[in-house]
C-alpha cells in the first residue's frame, strides 16, 4: 500500500510540473505591426513616452503598450513591417529585424475575421 501512495504522488508531482512548465512556455510568432501610437504624455517625473504598438498576427490582433519607464524610438519600429512577437500570458515584446526588442503589457486582444 505504502508503495502505491509513493508511486501515485510521483505522478501527481510530475504532472503538476509538466502542465506548470507548459504554461510558463511563451509563443514566438512571426508578426506585422499594423500601427504605433502614443499614449498619454511626459511629466518631469516621467520622461519617458509610452507607445501602444498594434501587432497582427496569423490568428489575432494584440495591442502591447511598451513599459512605463522604458525607452521606445518609434522610427526603428516601422508600421507594415515584420517582426517577431513573443507572448507570454499578458507580456510581450516585440523585436524587429535589426535586433532592436521593446517589452510591453498586452492590453487587448482580438480575432482576426476571415474574409469571407
Same mark, same amino acid.
Given at each position: 500500500?505504502?508503495?502505491?501512495?509513493?508511486?501515485?504522488?510521483?505522478?501527481?508531482?510530475?504532472?503538476?510540473?509538466?502542465?506548470?512548465?507548459?504554461?510558463?512556455?511563451?509563443?514566438?510568432?512571426?508578426?506585422?505591426?499594423? $500601427?504605433?501610437?502614443?499614449?498619454?504624455?511626459?511629466?518631469?517625473?516621467?520622461?519617458?513616452?509610452?507607445? $501602444?504598438?498594434?501587432? $497582427? &498576427?496569423?490568428? #489575432? %490582433?494584440?495591442?502591447?503598450?511598451?513599459?512605463?519607464?522604458? &525607452?521606445?524610438?518609434?522610427?526603428?519600429?516601422?508600421?507594415?513591417? &515584420?517582426?517577431?512577437?513573443?507572448? #507570454?500570458?499578458?507580456?510581450? %515584446?516585440?523585436? #524587429?529585424?535589426?535586433? #532592436?526588442?521593446?517589452?510591453?503589457?498586452?492590453?487587448?486582444?482580438?480575432?482576426?475575421?476571415?474574409?469571407?
Amino acid at each position: 500500500m505504502r508503495l502505491l501512495s509513493r508511486t501515485a504522488l510521483a505522478v501527481l508531482l510530475a504532472g503538476a510540473l509538466t502542465s506548470t512548465s507548459a504554461l510558463a512556455a511563451a509563443l514566438i510568432q512571426t508578426a506585422t505591426i499594423k $500601427d504605433l501610437q502614443t499614449v498619454g504624455s511626459t511629466t518631469k517625473k516621467q520622461k519617458h513616452q509610452q507607445y $501602444d504598438l498594434i501587432i $497582427d &498576427t496569423s490568428s #489575432n %490582433e494584440y495591442v502591447c503598450r511598451s513599459k512605463l519607464g522604458s &525607452t521606445l524610438k518609434p522610427t526603428q519600429f516601422v508600421v507594415g513591417s &515584420t517582426v517577431q512577437f513573443k507572448q #507570454n500570458g499578458q507580456n510581450g %515584446e516585440v523585436k #524587429n529585424s535589426a535586433g #532592436n526588442n521593446v517589452k510591453c503589457g498586452i492590453v487587448r486582444v482580438a480575432a482576426l475575421s476571415s474574409p469571407q
